[in-house]
């Protein structure tokens, strides 16, 4: 039999904390994931992640606590609150935030407050979206460890998971295509594969849970159609809250394209950094740091559209890089003045100036805000208080607090609350946990903090299923051949002081090469073949280039950018960033951003652009294909 491992299905921020934990437990693991690459819809956070009690907020003197957290997070969830969840995400916070900074060096030392906070305690860094940045690193960790350790860790990306196996109540595997093959493989699942906030179909969960919000766009990207909720319920687990279905409140509009069914996201942080929302006769209409589904509801009543948010100079510096990229993608607007955004919205001047000089009011405790807003940062809204920075805004499809439920230990339950083992579900797939409303800046911390609590129960779950030498992991590896007992590996990482009990158990006998992580046997066959832990592009093309005398880089060509600007189609697009030029048009649909990202750019020199969302290396490792000359900066 192959060594023992845990499957995980999804490789978001979720899956990935939950493969790093099974590694670090000393488990193996088998990473699945549907899409070209790893990453999933934790890329696109924008505003951070929620934390109390962690070194960055000591640091700050921020004096929060998990207790605080709870209760705001309680208050959210209103009568759909599972306190027990609760407890797990807000109780385990500071750690989930600390263990990211220690374990990747990632810097998450700015702290703001989002709506329904009672104190700051989203975190992000100085620059990039931090969903991104957060998500990277996890996901260029763990594909080295592929490489590094291949018996341990194994990676397939465009392996769509089909069916969850069982045997009597156990689940002990799933089916899966790949390379359009089917394979089974075998071991305790983990499901992190998302929500269906992207699921459009006439038979789908939101047709059927929530069919009158089929008509607003999403931020979710098209993979989010809850295949693990489907696969899951199909086997007899429980669906808890699936009518519950975030809206987020500031979707942005692209004046070019109003009516996308996907649209880009305008951080919750610009709100907490002071920004306001504006009706199209330029009155505040809403407590702007509200919960989502308050403010999304502010906008439906108040009917007066369009809204736009509007923040001023002040609140444009705190968050710069926001603005900055939003501007550059043509979704954000710069002006001088507030005369300046009248202008453009066509109303007086003196109008929207009596809204601003009302609100310095409110901030300078001279009269009551009429929406009950409590906490005000960065006041001032004279006209010259510029540079101010506005966007269109509209409701949008971004989060579903319904899934799959499970208890404390990431288990996920039956329809009779009975833990069906061998089966684990983690991130937005895990219901439940956010009750009726979730609270910004908790999307990234839940998928951290339950993909940690199941890579952590699977790992002491697989360990109790070979300790005990019987079950359906037994028989599954007498089928292939006969079990050898195993051996074990004890380890200490220093840096966090545990110790990790490693088995390895093979029908191999003495002197020949253990199995490694992920051997799949495909349907109708018996005799074992597993695909080959996939070796980075990366890596791939500097051994080509070893092979071939460096003739690669030789052959690269000196373009103008006059030449990269005749290619600006969807059928031929170059585009120019940090000296070389890429061609894209094998690439559009394998982008983890979407082909319209790339198109924005087609034919243009976008360094900055790309430098404002990417660690430069991720073309050398993900695209090197891409690159077929050089042009002078």
């Not at 359009?180 to 992190?192: D, E, N």
């Not at 790992?459 to 007992?485: D, I, M, T, W």
Request: net charge neutral.
């Amino acid at each position: 039999m192959a060594t023992p491992q845990v499957i995980v299905v999804g490789a978001g921020l979720s899956g990935l904390s939950a493969a790093h934990t099974l590694y670090e437990k000393g488990g193996n693991v088998l990473v699945l994931e549907k899409n070209p690459f790893a990453g999933g819809n934790s890329t696109k956070a924008t505003s951070g992640i929620n934390g109390a009690g962690t070194k960055a907020q000591q640091a700050l003197g921020i004096k929060d606590s998990a207790a605080a957290f709870f209760a705001d997070t309680k208050k959210s969830a209103r009568d759909l609150a599972r306190d027990d969840l609760i407890e797990v995400l807000t109780g385990k916070s500071a750690d989930a935030v600390n263990w990211l900074c220690d374990r990747f060096n990632l810097d998450l030392s700015k702290v703001s407050r989002l709506g329904g906070h009672s104190f700051e305690r989203t975190h992000r860094g100085g620059e990039q979206f931090p969903g991104m940045t957060i998500t990277y690193a996890l996901m260029e960790k763990l594909e080295d460890l592929a490489e590094s350790d291949p018996t341990r860790v194994k990676i397939l990306k465009k392996a769509n998971v089909r069916k969850l196996v069982k045997d009597g109540d156990k689940v002990v595997g799933c089916e899966y295509e790949y390379q359009g093959k089917q394979h089974t493989a075998h071991g305790p699942v983990i499901l992190a594969t998302g929500g269906y906030a992207a699921d459009f179909a006439q038979d789908g969960l939101l047709a059927k849970y929530r069919p009158e919000l089929l008509k607003l766009s999403t931020t979710n990207g098209d993979h989010c159609q809850g295949d693990g909720q489907k696969m899951a319920m199909a086997i007899g687990a429980n669906g808890i809250d699936l009518e519950k279905v975030q809206v987020h409140p500031t979707g942005l509009v692209d004046p070019r394209e109003p009516d996308a069914k996907v649209k880009f996201l305008a951080a919750e942080a610009l709100r907490g950094v002071g920004g306001l929302l504006v009706n199209k006769e330029g009155d505040r209409f809403a407590d702007e740091l509200g919960h989502r589904d308050y403010v999304t509801g502010r906008i439906w009543e108040d009917n007066k559209r369009p809204v736009r948010l509007v923040l001023n100079g002040q609140a444009g510096k705190e968050i710069e890089w926001h603005c900055k990229h939003y501007v550059g993608r043509g979704l954000m607007k710069k002006f001088d003045t507030v005369a300046d955004i009248a202008k453009e919205m066509g109303i007086e001047a003196s109008k929207l100036q009596k809204t601003f000089n009302e609100y310095m009011e409110i901030c300078e405790g001279k009269r009551q805000d009429p929406f009950g807003k409590k906490f005000f940062h960065n006041t001032n809204w004279k006209n010259e208080a510029g540079p101010f920075f506005v966007a269109q805004m509209e409701p949008v499809l971004h989060y579903t607090m319904g899934g799959l439920e499970i208890d404390p230990r990431s288990m996920v339950l039956d329809s009779n609350k009975k833990p069906i083992e061998g089966l684990f579900a983690s991130g937005e797939i895990a219901g439940g946990v956010h009750g009726a409303n979730r609270l910004g800046g908790s999307s990234l911390l839940g998928c951290v903090v339950f993909g940690r609590v199941a890579g952590d129960s699977a790992a002491s779950y697989l360990l109790k299923s070979l300790s005990s030498g019987s079950g359906a992991v037994a028989r599954l590896g007498q089928v292939n051949n006969h079990l050898a007992p195993p051996s074990t590996t004890i380890t200490i990482d220093p840096s966090t002081q545990q110790v990790h009990l490693t088995l390895n158990w093979s029908g191999q006998g003495q002197g020949q090469a253990q199995g490694s992580a992920g051997d799949v046997k495909p349907q109708g066959e018996s005799t074992a073949q597993q695909p080959a832990n996939e070796v980075s592009t990366a890596v791939k093309q500097d051994e080509e280039t070893k092979a071939g005398g460096g003739e690669k880089a030789a052959e690269q060509k000196e373009y103008s950018l006059d030449e990269v600007a005749k290619h600006n189609t969807k059928d031929d697009i170059w585009i120019a960033v940090n000296g070389q030029v890429l061609n894209v048009t094998n690439f559009l649909n394998d982008h983890p951003g979407g082909a319209k990202a790339l198109l924005l750019y087609a034919g243009k020199e976008a360094s900055e652009e790309f430098n404002m969302l990417h660690d430069p290396k991720v073309v050398s490792r993900y695209a090197p294909d891409t690159v077929i000359g050089t042009y002078k900066q």
